[in-house]
């Protein structure tokens, strides 16, 4: 056979491919897209196909166009509602990799959904979703970078514009600054990992739950915050230090600023790893909250999930090297916490549609046979009085009181 096979695991190499019209850069990432081996075959496929072409400068098959800020993808959209297919709908953010790109694969190839992939990076997301395969008329790619409250209003009209009545939001993007040694912002002065992850999403979902709830004749309406073990002080990762604390929110309340208030939720010293946790414990308390607050009345169902340690994917872009190189070895041999993006998809999308998981507030996790069950979260992440609380500073940071 002259199969060769190539292991295009992490570091994904990046690097700058090309300068498009409207003067968007356009990085492309050629890291593994789903899992850590991809076979390059004579006869070779769309994946290693398109992944050659993004490495080699060379046209995919169709031209890519950026569309400019926030844009949709498809541009003959029309401005009322689309009857033409009978696909549910769902939004992903961040599916131009890891754990959204591969749920939005499945989600795609299921023939049942249609995927809006909120990306902050068109051309990657494009470029991703023809990578994988995901069939033509299955996915439309819309801007949306949560790092700016602009761009997520932007979305939501642009959304909106599609006509498309959605059935599903999946907020799952992050970054995760664990080497930071000074805190970076979003366009909106919020320290970077708690504005993109847990803020930018904020507004998304709360904006959003108009466009879910006026679904007409359709009970399978979710709103899903992926959560994270590691914002879980009663499990072992989650005592890995530092550990995540809000505390009683007083940088929160403060706007995270570094100015009039430290960047940490919990007033401390700016530590890009605890962010990152803190940012987990706040959505899954924002899922709970909204539970609280909506399922009752819009029959929608909240939920927040831990897909297992996926430890080959970009969120650990900007650990070190040697963390990068031993990670996933040590997740699968020692903790066997391990699982593929391929796998950690499919858990993501049962989450979505699987009319069994279609229970309100609950915090999902899979055991190693991979069966989900309702996972018990640490107490700060089930504290229904900060939960509140962390709702109303945040609805008066992204402006919605
Ligand atoms: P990736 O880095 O592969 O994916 C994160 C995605 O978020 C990327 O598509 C990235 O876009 C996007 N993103 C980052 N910042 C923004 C922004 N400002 N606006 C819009 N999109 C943005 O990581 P994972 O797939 O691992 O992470 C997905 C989710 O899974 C996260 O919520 C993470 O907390 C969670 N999780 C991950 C675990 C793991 O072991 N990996 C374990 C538990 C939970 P771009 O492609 O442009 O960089
Ligand atoms: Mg952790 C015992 C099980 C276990 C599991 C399931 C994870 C998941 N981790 C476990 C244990 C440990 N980790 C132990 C014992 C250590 C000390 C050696 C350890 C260390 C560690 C580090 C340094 N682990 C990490 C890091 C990270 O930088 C990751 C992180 O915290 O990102 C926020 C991480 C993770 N461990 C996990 C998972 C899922 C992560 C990624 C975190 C996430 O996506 O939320």
Redesign the pocket.
């Given at each position: 056979s002259t199969c060769a096979v190539a292991a295009l695991s992490s570091p994904p190499t990046s690097f700058t491919s090309e300068r498009v019209t409207s003067g968007i850069t356009a990085s492309v990432q050629p890291s593994a897209f789903l899992g850590t081996k991809i076979s390059v075959c004579k006869g070779a496929s769309v994946l290693s196909r398109a992944v050659s072409a993004s490495i080699s400068r060379q046209p995919l098959v169709a031209p890519i166009r950026a569309q400019g800020v926030a844009a949709p993808a498809d541009t003959k959209a029309p401005t009322t509602t689309k009857k033409t297919d009978t696909k549910s709908t769902v939004i992903i953010?961040?599916?131009?990799?890891?754990?959204?790109?591969a749920t939005a694969k499945v989600l795609a190839d299921s023939g049942e959904w249609h995927v809006i992939m909120?990306?902050?990076?068109f051309l990657?997301a494009e470029r991703a979703a023809r990578a994988v395969g995901m069939p033509k008329d299955s996915y439309t790619v819309i801007h949306?970078?949560?790092?700016s409250l602009n761009s997520v209003k932007q979305f939501v009209d642009n959304v909106r514009q599609s006509g498309r009545p959605l059935d599903v939001l999946v907020c799952?993007?992050?970054?995760?600054l664990p080497t930071a040694k000074e805190p970076r912002y979003t366009a909106d002065g919020f320290e970077l990992s708690v504005g993109?992850?847990h803020l930018?999403h904020f507004l998304l979902a709360n904006m959003l739950m108009e466009d879910i709830q006026h679904k007409e004749n359709d009970t399978n309406r979710r709103v899903i915050i992926?959560?994270?073990?590691t914002g879980n002080t009663n499990t072992i990762a989650g005592n890995v230090p530092p550990k995540a604390n809000l505390g009683d929110l007083r940088g929160l309340a403060g706007g995270l600023d570094g100015v009039r208030s430290s960047v940490m939720i919990d007033g401390g010293e700016f530590d890009g790893a605890k962010a990152y946790k803190d940012s987990?414990v706040c959505n899954m308390l924002t899922m709970q909250e909204m539970h609280r607050r909506f399922h009752e009345k819009t029959g929608v169902t909240f939920a927040s999930l831990?897909?297992?340690?996926?430890?080959t994917?970009?969120?650990f872009?900007e650990h070190y090297q040697l963390f990068r190189t031993l990670f996933p070895p040590f997740q699968k041999y020692i903790t066997k916490g391990y699982v593929s993006e391929e796998e950690a998809g499919k858990r993501l999308a049962q989450v979505v549609s699987d009319p069994t998981l279609n229970k309100s507030g609950v915090y999902w996790s899979w055991n190693n046979q991979s069966n989900s069950f309702e996972n018990e979260l640490s107490q700060e992440a089930s504290d229904a009085e900060k939960a509140k609380k962390l709702w109303e500073i945040s609805e008066k940071l992204v402006n919605l009181s």
């Open positions: 953010t961040g599916a131009s990799s890891g754990l959204g790109l909120a990306c902050r990076d990657k949306c970078d949560l790092s799952n993007a992050a970054v995760y993109t992850n930018g992926v959560g994270s073990i987990k831990y897909p297992g340690c996926i430890a994917t970009g969120l872009r």
